[in-house]
């Protein structure tokens, strides 16, 4: 069997693709702009990719297509596909159909968090002996892939509240059957496809409503929104993680988070002492705990895990060090993500210098939806220095009510050549994007190392 997937470069339809791939099927695929983590991803695993959307990259012998909900009307692919009759469908309904059915599938849903603490679980797991199949919206260092089959009968899933595609407009999570259920936290994004947050909270019922009575949800204690949403209908027991009220509970052991010992029901069951940073993180692996649980990891066997886990490229990756400044990639583009991972690494690293570089790569924040938000998410930094929006919304005034130095950049290499010589040893540099941002990582830091 031969499938080509349309929008092969997202994190999730790459997922797909392994997971294809890995079920002996022969997947190629087309796509826009690929850039590393993911093309490189699909480079190791033989799967071939051809770069735009010509209706003469699909083999004429291929028996469907996969179709990103990147891909719209009008795209000449789906054109062509449409016309010629070529069966289609989407991912979610792929995984669905194919895979997911007779899995106990452990799903993370939420608005931040998503892919650490779904590494998080699927890494307990591993550690367990389980082996579980698991597909990530990026790439843990633990397993060097973004999915795998894994074997029976756990399957860990990161359930995205993005729509499935142009003719499926139902969030992506309504297809996956979890029977465990982790709600990170719910804020309002995807200004492009939801009005408003009481939209998505309608979408988080509907995901409700599929978990089964003998399944597990497992929310924080003191998320408004997520509380409301439940109030819209539950029929499955429930769990709670973080607050002062929580099932599952942590106590910093460490400003930085990078050691807590864990709660449970009133009773400490251990310490973990790790390499992450930050609160956010603490309660990512509460709820990995207590998913882990719920499958029959004992919380011992999953904070000996956690010692061992490594982030999620991109997730404040050190890219390099030159000269004593460390440079950091960060996929937050969301204040409240912004935020906790600013504090953290500030936590950390004490009165040393912050840097914090973004691009509004998404288009909630490319449209200034969250702009009145900017200068709290932002207010460890020491510098702020943005490249422009592509739409006009008032960045630049707004930069000039922040209390600390600020830069505004129509390009990355100007901005690299002007950024460069005021950086100076024991500055950490955090690049917060959701896009390859121009290889700005890397010419920043050739910029430094060779004083350019």
Known sequence: MHIHILGIGGTFMSGVALLAKQ?????????????????????????????????AHIPPT????????????????????????????????????????KRWVLAVAGTHGKTTTTSLLAWILEVAGLQPGFLIGGIPENFGMSARLGKQPYFVIEADEYDSAFFDKRSKFIHYQA?????????????????????????????????????????????????????????????????????????LLAADGSAFSVWHEGKCLGEVHWSLLGKHNVDNALAAI????????????????????????????????????????????????????????????????????????????????HKTQLQHALAQADMVVCKQSTTEWGLEKILTQFTQPTALYQNVDTLVKELAPQLKADDHVVIMSNSGFDGVHQKLLDAIKYNI
């Open 290 to 369: 207590a998913a882990a649980h719920h499958a029959g990891v004992t919380p011992e066997q999953a904070m000996a895990a956690l010692a061992a886990f490594k982030n999620v490229k991109r997730r404040l990756e050190i890219k390099g060090k030159e000269k004593g400044i460390v440079i950091y990639d960060d996929f937050a583009h969301h204040p409240t993500a912004i935020a906790t991972t600013l504090a953290g690494l500030r936590a950390k690293i004490g009165s040393s210098r912050l840097i914090a570089i973004l691009e509004f790569g998404s288009y909630t924040m490319r449209t200034g939806v």
């Open 179 to 251: 029977k465990t259920l982790i709600l990170n936290n719910l804020e309002y994004d995807h200004a492009d496809i939801f009005p408003d947050l009481a939209a998505i909270q309608q979408q988080f019922h509907h995901l409700v409503r599929t978990i089964p009575g003998n399944g597990l949800i497992i929310h924080p204690a003191e998320d408004t929104a997520l509380t409301d949403t439940l109030a819209m209908g539950c029929w499955t027991p429930t769990t709670t993680f973080s607050g002062t009220t929580a099932s599952w509970q942590a106590k």
């Open 23 to 55: 079920s002996g099927i022969t997947v190629t695929g087309s796509d826009m702009n690929l850039y590393p983590p993911v093309s490189t991803q699909l480079q190791e695993q033989g799967i071939a990719v051809m770069e735009g959307y010509d209706p």
């Open 62 to 101: 291929v028996d469907s297509v996969m179709v990103g909900n990147v891909i719209k009307r009008g795209n000449p692919a789906i054109e062509y596909v449409l016309s010629q009759r070529i069966p289609y469908y989407s991912g979610p309904q792929w995984l669905s159909q194919h895979l997911l059915a």
